[in-house]
T-cell receptor, first 114, second 116 residues
């Protein structure tokens, strides 16, 4: 069974601060996705990282895939109240019969206080 | 608005009731999924359909019964549920069954289910 551990589980910070959340596993994934889920809504895909060591930037969000493709991080610079939400990482692994399956972490609940 | 809608958004039911959750996708996708999201647990994949055929059932109790009449609609029929089945039930769709590790799933807003 592949598991993804996310840390921290909860994070409450002031507007303007920087933060990093982590997603770790002992398994290798073909790709890793980050989602943000706002209260009352479903998860929305932010980014997919595929290559070990890959770094992707989305405005103030920086995503990194570990060299061994077992872990990932999300760094937010100058957090804003609009960044509040549940951040989920999900690893894709080949499950056979020509398809992949996503394994999700439990998520990091971020609150940015104005 | 992701193009995936779910109804109802909230549902309260007793353990002896029978109810159904509905999902509709307007994206022309061929694969649809049911997930369960409980507090303090990762998202759990329940069922996968590709071109209206069930391709995966992750050991889900028989009190949950999915139905996919066409590639745009997905139902989850519920009967004799337990309080521990209370959760957010999410529907998702993707262009095709996950043939590439970079495929994207689009999630609906979910149905918040409470079983009394």
């Amino acid at each position: 069974t592949q598991l993804l551990e996310q840390s921290p589980q909860f994070l409450s910070i002031q507007e303007g601060e920087n933060l990093t959340v982590y997603c770790n596993s002992s398994s290798v994934f073909s790709s890793l996705q980050w989602y943000r889920q706002e209260p009352g809504e479903g998860p929305v895909l932010l980014v997919t990282v595929v290559t070990g060591g890959e770094v992707k930037k989305l405005k103030r969000l920086t995503f990194q895939f570990g060299d061994a493709r077992k872990d990932s991080s999300l760094h937010i610079t100058a957090a804003q109240p609009g960044d509040t939400g549940l951040y989920l990482c999900a690893g894709a692994a080949y499950s056979g019969a020509g398809s992949y399956q996503l394994t999700f972490g439990k998520g990091t609940k971020l609150s940015v206080i104005p | 608005e992701t193009g995936v809608t779910q109804t109802p958004r909230h549902l309260v039911m007793g353990m002896t009731n029978k109810k159904s959750l509905k999902c509709e996708q307007h994206l022309g996708h061929n694969a649809m999924y049911w997930y369960k999201q409980s507090a303090k647990k990762p998202l759990e994949l329940m069922f996968v359909y590709s071109l209206e055929e069930r391709v995966e059932n992750n050991s889900v109790p028989s009190r949950f019964s999915p139905e996919c009449p066409n590639s745009s609609h997905l139902f989850l029929h519920l009967h004799t549920l337990q309080p521990e089945d209370s959760a957010l039930y999410l529907c998702a769709s993707s262009q095709d069954l996950w043939g590439f590790s970079t495929d994207t799933q689009y999630f609906g807003p979910g149905t918040r289910l409470t079983v009394l």
